[in-house]
C-alpha cells in the first residue's frame, strides 16, 4: 500500500473498490467460518459454548480495533490502518488453519476480528469524506452491500465444498484471496483527509458524541447488530434441521440483502434513515418470529422477510451518524459500530448457553435426533424475538423525534475542500 510519488489526488474509484473488496474479506471470514463452525466443533471436541466463545473473539476485535482505528484516523491517515488490516486479516487466516484446538482459534478469530474493524474505522469515514448528501448514503449502502454480497458467495463455496468433503481449512484459505486484492487495490494510493474540520479533532469528536441523540442511537446500533450478527453465526446450528438448508438461508438472506442495499440511497432520499429503520425493525421481528416457528419451504420465505428486515440496519445506523451528527467524525462511526459489535461478542456464548440449555430441556422431554436439533434451533430463535421488538419501539420514538426536531444535514456550504494524505 505505498504511496505513489506522481499521483497527488486520491483515485476515489479504485479505494472504493478496495474498500468492497476489504468488506468482502469480512464477510468471508463470518460466512466461511459459519459455515464450518459444526466442523470446529466435531474437530476439537468444542461444546457450543466455547465455540461461542471462540465467535465472540470475531466481535470482540471488531470494536478494539474500530475505536483505535476512529481514534487514530485523523493522525495517522486511513492507509496506515489498512495495512494493519491486511497484517491482520493474513495472519489470522494462516493461523486458523494451522491452529491446534481451542486457544488457537481464539487467537487467529481475535486477529481476524481486528482486521475487519480496521476495515469498517478507515473505509465508513473515507467514503462518507469522498462524497456529501445523497450521494454519500448511496456510497455507504453500496459500499455495506458488499458484506451480505460477500456472505452470500462465501456461503455457497462453504455448502459446496462441505459437499465435496474439502475439509474445513480449504475454506479458510479461501479468504485470503479478497485479502490481496484488496492490499493490490489499495497500493500506492492517496487517501482523502476529512472534509469537515471540526470533525478532524478529538475535541470536536467527543463534543459531538456527548449528545442525547448519539447515546441513544448507540442503544440502538447494540440491538440491531445482535439482530443481524448473533443468529446468523449459529444458521447451521439452528436452522438446518428445520427442512431447510442453513448456508443456503445464509446465502439467500445475504443476496436480499446485497440487493436491497445497492438501491439503498433510494429510499432513504425518500423516507429518511429513521423511516427505513423503523420499518426494517417491524420486518425483523416478523422474520424472526416466523423462523422460529414454521419448518420446511416456509423456512425459506420466513428467512427471505428477515433479510428485508436486517438489509439497512447497519449502513443507515452509519449513515445516521455521518449526516445527523457529523461533527463526531470517524471517531463517531467508529465507536457507534464497536458498541453494536461489543454486544454482539458478549451475546456469542450467551447464544450458545441458550442452545446448551434448550437441548438439556429437550433431552429431558424425550427428544432426540432430527427432532431434537430443530426444538433446540425454534427455542433459541424465540428468545431472539425480543431483540427486533424492542427496536421497533425505540426507532418509532427516533421517528417522531427526528421529524419534531427537524435534524438536519450539514449545509454542503460548510464542509471544507478535502485534501490528500
Known sequence: MKESKNQTTPNTNRLFYGSCLALITTAFSFSLRAGILPDLGEAFELTAKQLGEINSMWFFGFPIAMIIGGLTYHSIGPKKIMQFAFIAHTMGIILTIYSAGYWGLMFSTLLIGLGNGCTEAACNPMISDSATGKKMSTLLNRFHMWFPGGIVLGSLLSYF????????????????????????????QVFPKPSLQEAKTLKGNLKGMATPLFIYIAICMALTASTEFVPMQWVRLVLDKSGANGMVIMALISGIMAFGRYFGGEFVDKFDQTGVLLASAIFATLGMFLLSTQIGALVYVSAAIFAIGLCYFWPNMIGFVAEKIPKSGALG?????????????????????????????????????????????????????????????????????????????????????????
Open 161 to 188: 465444498m462441505t459437499q465435496l468433503n474439502m475439509g474445513w481449512q480449504a475454506q479458510i484459505w479461501i479468504i485470503l484471496v479478497p485479502t490481496i486484492l484488496y492490499a493490490f487495490f489499495f497500493y500506492g
Open 333 to 421: 462511526m467508529s465507536v457507534v459500530g464497536a458498541i453494536g459489535m461489543f454486544l454482539t461478542a458478549n451475546m456469542q456464548p450467551v447464544f450458545g448457553i441458550w442452545i446448551d440449555a434448550a437441548r438439556e430441556k429437550a433431552t429431558i422431554m424425550g427428544l432426540s435426533g432430527d427432532p431434537l436439533d430443530l426444538a433446540v434451533g425454534q427455542e433459541t430463535l424465540k428468545i431472539m424475538i425480543a431483540f427486533p421488538a424492542l427496536l421497533v419501539v425505540l426507532f418509532s420514538i427516533l421517528w417522531f423525534w427526528v421529524k419534531k426536531n427537524r435534524v438536519k444535514n450539514i449545509p454542503h456550504e460548510e464542509m471544507l475542500p478535502s485534501t490528500e494524505y
